[in-house]
């Protein structure tokens, strides 16, 4: 990795282009982004310039996707054809089975590895990138096949992401899909669902506490960030509504026999855990 | 309001009493527990001394009931003939409307104002009490009749919640617990279906980030303090559960469609305002 090209200089491409220069990174920065943002950060450090997603393709060695992923996709279609054969291509998209597939038929020379960086923050956009962003944070990546993790090109990338702290985990593309339905898409719903419920209910700002509070901070999200995940995770997505609309059903039918102690206890521990990772 | 009696010694009890004195309370505080709370509340300040349900109730101008509902269901039913034509009964349940039924068969004599604050730590006990919990919070009242709310003994009481900094906000009994299925009791619920689906989703540790994690704070809450809620507040929870599947359902039948910015935004005013309290 010597030269690179970041497409979408937003809230984690930027932060992977500082966490890289955190790391020791010397190569040349490059960002592909509107012509503000390209403006934005480069006053800021984050890149060395601009470049056009054609010659950034044709000229640099590694490539990081970090736009919606519809226009990740639009991306691989159009320069695919064009990266490096020793390029490595990876992004940064929410969902990655349709990327993967997209890229399987699109990238003819480099190698692409799918990657879903879990780190955010409540604001996005390159003014809010930090070098610390991927520190401790799970880092997926959905290799086609688990072989191009050996080619160099990748194990590069690797011990990259190893540098700048990320926990990285493996997964196929498929897997991850249906894993993120279920523990990021589905609780995104539910929050959104759950606050337009309170909407109907007539002064119930005076007795909501700080647990239902707590409950509504996900349907805060702008449905930018959303719309492109739902669309491309919608048979995972619909997978896990029906699940949890069947176990909210089940509890409701329990009620009157009133023990629900058990489903409680076994909710408890699955909660203290993912406070303990 | 000179010689009092809580009933219920624990976080809300030990911090009504604290909070008392803090606002200039100088009468005599009496507390209705086992006698191991006793000791420990007397320790710390938070009570006078230990006293026996039927003395309290015969000798008392002011109950606090600030036990589990179905145990002041109880009191009530064995003390309320005894209370003092003067003297006001008030409680801290989380449903009113069969505390406040109960009420108005047990409590012969003196007058009885259900209440219901909302306030609570993660940890229970008078080992957790302090002055300060009420302090900005709400505080529900119920009476059963508005005329209640201006006999001395109750016009007395609220004063006392004004100078401990609680925000007063009066439903009626029945009011006050289908708002409360809504954002409390369901939500509730939903954290606890949504912690019991994770555990079936093998490793789903591993791509769990805050925002599901956050989604299951609640869902460390131990049943005992939720057992006597939902046994006493069943139809409201039930219209609560099943009009949240009916939104999941809706939700994910419009997933093919991708349009939910319109559900996003209303959404997303709700839980802003709950944060502009």
Known sequence: MKRIA????????????LALRKAGFTGEIHGVSSPATIETAKSMGVIDGGMEAGEA??????????????????????IGARIRPDALATDAGSTKRLIVETA????????FLGGHPMAGKERSGVREAEAGLFEGRTYVLTPADKADLTRPAAAEFISWLERIGARIVYLEPDQHDRMVA???????LISTALAGMLADVDGHGDVAGPGVTGMTRLAMSP???WRDILRTNQAHVEEALAEIETRLSDLRARLSSGDLELEFERAAEVARRLRQK
Do not use: K, M, N
């Open 223 to 225: 449905f930018g960030l």
């Open 57 to 78: 393709a044709e000229s640099c060695d590694f490539l990081y996707l970090a736009q919606p992923i519809l226009t990740i996709i639009q991306t691989l279609e159009t």
């Open 104 to 111: 399987a038929r699109s990238v003819t020379g480099g190698l």
């Open 182 to 188: 279920f523990t990021s898409h589905a609780p995104q």
């Open 6 to 17: 970041i497409f979408g200089v937003g809230l984690i491409g930027g932060s992977f282009a």
